[in-house]
């Protein structure tokens, strides 16, 4: 047999496996939004994490997290991801059935990634400067009963004020960035890298910075339906892929910011994958922290559910470690080693 003769049969040969492996592969139902956070899910995809687990990506988008609950709950979607709300604790009384399984963005120190912004011609004319200089002004957050809400109340806290010291207002994160471009609103929180393009933009102005508020708060996580949980070798698959993916951006972090090893490769998929299409907003956002061994921060979903339950938010009473379920982290951490940056022996 001649040399190209060889190398043909080699790369049909070659085809023919991978085309067999396309056809054995699970395939997984994950909801997505368009947020900076999703970028986990399309590095595992792009550089092949999914495939090396046998996982076939089924991206399903959604305009909110929220909407992935019933979805999730019928069986219709097997991933989803979203902040840990009163909403989800009351949905687990209704027996909906749900397990809180990765980090899909936290506020460590260096992380503040859900700033508290203010109109700019509040801040240049003086009016706000301090987080006390809210009072009675209207402070928007995305909605109600959610992570925003926690992180308001121990805002107004350090400066001595209440929950009910500002006019709150709740909406989408477009709309916010609207309310605040037309003098709607005074202040929001608002999730990077919207922030950062408002600054960039001359909109607002930052006024404190997420960790500053609430250091190591869970904002986001990933949800499994509980029957994609129950079963545990294509679920333990999907979280080996998802930690891969998470410790290559976390390769790409430098100084809580987009400028270290690998950075450039994640900057342009934010910019092929997100609403935003500036790379050099993300380059200088506050990056999400995303934990690179997977595991969600049990105490800080605790903490916030305190918060919610003394609000009257959450009907009935309901453990939030019964929620959580960090087996199948700690196992792709048993796999794959514990987490080690570029260089680190």
Known sequence: MSPVTITR???LAAALAASQAAL????VRIGVVGSA?????VLADKKGFFAQEGIA??????ISATQMIAPLAGGDLDVGGGGPSAGLYNAAMRNIQLKVVADKGSMPAGHGFMPLVVRKTLWDSGKVRTLADLKGLKVGNTSKAGSGDVTLDRAMKMVGLTFDSVDKLYMGIPQLAAALDSGALDASFLLEPTASNLIKRGTVALLAKGDDLYVNQQLAVILYAEAFAQKRDVAQRFMNAWVKGAR????ALQDGKLTGPNSEEVLQLLVENTPIKDKEVYRTMIAPAINPDGAVNDEGLRQDYAFYK???WIQGDINPDSLVDNSFAHRSTQILGPYKRPGQK
């Open 310 to 312: 003394s609000q009257g």
């Open 57 to 62: 990506p089924d991206f399903v988008s959604f």
């Open 248 to 251: 290559s951006y976390n390769d």
């Open 24 to 27: 054995a592969a699970d395939k």
């Open 9 to 11: 049969a080699l790369a």
């Open 37 to 41: 956070t999703d970028v986990i899910h």
